[in-house]
């Protein structure tokens, strides 16, 4: 407030006689102040004085001061429940179609074999076409516990719960199964509505591909009805007439075929 103050009368006197002032003003700052400090420090250098630091500006604080902040504490890794943000959602589901759900019954007196390797005398499919050839049951399944799945993060997956299963490998996909991208709702889509399907419903984890399909026939219309009768094709075409004349070779144009 004071410089402002002080300020006023200059400027009401009027910025022309102010400008060459402090032009004259600068010209002597630099003689009277600069100069001087200059060769008084190439004097210093010459006596082999080190110069004198340049004054920090108040708060500054040399680049080579700043470091990384503290790494966080280790803790143990969390295990996967979704994308953060995404709506409230039902899975439908799964263990009910799964016919040979408990696997306990047969694995709890069969011996564990950790090989990968053709399943001859398994109630199972042989082949494990997904991941060609990269996969094997044990990286789904619980070996210990065959009524369980797992991911690399959780010891424990339910079957209910298998698209958690999927999300460790496809996690992209995932994140557009859980915002309403991919896969199907059964339901609504508003939160405590929004019913979806599990992956497993429309994909086979064993051999996920789906394969292509021939797209079914039309339904018929105008079933009952006669057909359309056939209108030959104007000639000569409306594009045609509008340009003047036509090869005379073309005979009538329908409009005419169709008077009688
Ligand atoms: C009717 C009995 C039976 C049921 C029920 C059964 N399995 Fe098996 N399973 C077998 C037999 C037998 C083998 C060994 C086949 C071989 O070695 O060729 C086998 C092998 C396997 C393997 C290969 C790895 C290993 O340990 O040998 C996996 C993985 C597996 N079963 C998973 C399951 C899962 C998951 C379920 C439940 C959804 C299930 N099984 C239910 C009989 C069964
Ligand atoms: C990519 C992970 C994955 C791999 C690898 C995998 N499974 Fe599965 N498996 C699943 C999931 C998920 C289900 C649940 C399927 C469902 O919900 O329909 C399942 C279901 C099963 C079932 C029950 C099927 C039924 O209809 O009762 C059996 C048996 C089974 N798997 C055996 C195997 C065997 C044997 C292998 C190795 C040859 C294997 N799985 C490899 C994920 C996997
Ligand atoms: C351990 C990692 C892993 C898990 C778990 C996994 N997948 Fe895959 N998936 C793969 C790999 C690897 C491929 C092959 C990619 C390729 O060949 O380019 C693949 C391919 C696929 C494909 C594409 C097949 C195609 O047509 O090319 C589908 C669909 C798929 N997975 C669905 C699933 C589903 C559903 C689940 C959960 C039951 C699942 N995956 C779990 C690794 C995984
Ligand atoms: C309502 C059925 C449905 C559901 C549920 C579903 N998918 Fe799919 N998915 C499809 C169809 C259809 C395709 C396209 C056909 C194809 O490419 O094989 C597809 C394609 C894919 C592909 C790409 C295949 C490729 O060739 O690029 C992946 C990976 C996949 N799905 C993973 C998943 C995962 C993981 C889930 C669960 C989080 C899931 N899907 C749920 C129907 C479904």
């Given at each position: 407030?004071?410089?402002?103050?002080?300020?006023?009368?200059?400027?009401?006197?009027?910025?022309?006689?102010?400008?060459?002032?402090?032009?004259?003003?600068?010209?002597?700052?630099?003689?009277?102040?600069?100069?001087?400090?200059?060769?008084?420090?190439?004097?210093?250098?010459?006596?082999?004085?080190?110069?004198?630091?340049?004054?920090?500006?108040?708060?500054?604080?040399?680049?080579?001061?700043?470091?990384?902040?503290?790494?966080?504490?280790?803790?143990?890794?969390?295990?996967?429940?979704g994308d953060?943000g995404t709506p409230?959602l039902?899975v439908?589901?799964?263990?009910?179609?799964?016919?040979?759900?408990?696997?306990?019954?047969?694995?709890?007196?069969?011996?564990?074999?950790?090989?990968?390797?053709?399943?001859?005398?398994?109630?199972?499919?042989?082949?494990?076409?997904?991941?060609?050839?990269?996969?094997?049951?044990?990286?789904?399944?619980?070996?210990?516990?065959?009524?369980?799945?797992?991911?690399?993060?959780?010891?424990?997956?339910?079957?209910?719960?298998?698209h958690?299963?999927c999300a460790?490998?496809h996690s992209a996909r995932h994140r557009d199964w859980s915002f309403g991208a991919h896969g199907k709702r059964v339901?609504?889509w508003?939160?405590?509505?929004r019913?979806v399907y599990s992956c497993?419903?429309c994909h086979?984890?064993?051999?996920?591909?789906?394969?292509?399909?021939?797209?079914?026939?039309?339904?018929?219309?105008?079933?009952?009805?006669?057909?359309?009768?056939?209108?030959?094709?104007?000639?000569?075409?409306?594009?045609?007439?509008?340009?003047?004349?036509?090869?005379?070779?073309?005979?009538?144009?329908?409009?005419?075929?169709?008077?009688?």
């Amino acid at each position: 407030m004071e410089l402002l103050r002080s300020r006023r009368p200059a400027r009401a006197a009027g910025p022309v006689p102010a400008l060459p002032a402090l032009c004259a003003g600068l010209a002597l700052l630099v003689v009277l102040v600069v100069a001087p400090a200059a060769l008084q420090a190439q004097a210093a250098e010459a006596a082999g004085a080190p110069a004198a630091p340049a004054p920090a500006a108040p708060g500054h604080k040399p680049l080579r001061e700043y470091r990384d902040p503290a790494p966080p504490v280790p803790t143990d890794p969390q295990a996967y429940r979704g994308d953060p943000g995404t709506p409230a959602l039902a899975v439908v589901p799964r263990k009910q179609h799964l016919a040979l759900y408990p696997c306990s019954q047969c694995h709890k007196v069969l011996p564990l074999n950790t090989t990968p390797r053709k399943l001859v005398a398994a109630p199972h499919a042989a082949a494990l076409p997904h991941g060609q050839g990269r996969m094997w049951c044990l990286d789904c399944h619980v070996g210990t516990d065959r009524d369980w799945l797992h991911t690399l993060r959780d010891p424990k997956v339910d079957f209910d719960d298998a698209h958690l299963v999927c999300a460790s490998c496809h996690s992209a996909r995932h994140r557009d199964w859980s915002f309403g991208a991919h896969g199907k709702r059964v339901a609504g889509w508003q939160p405590g509505e929004r019913e979806v399907y599990s992956c497993t419903h429309c994909h086979d984890p064993h051999n996920p591909t789906i394969a292509p399909r021939k797209p079914s026939k039309p339904p018929p219309l105008r079933a009952g009805l006669d057909p359309m009768p056939t209108v030959p094709h104007a000639v000569p075409r409306p594009w045609q007439r509008a340009q003047g004349g036509h090869p005379a070779s073309q005979g009538p144009s329908h409009v005419q075929a169709q008077q009688p």
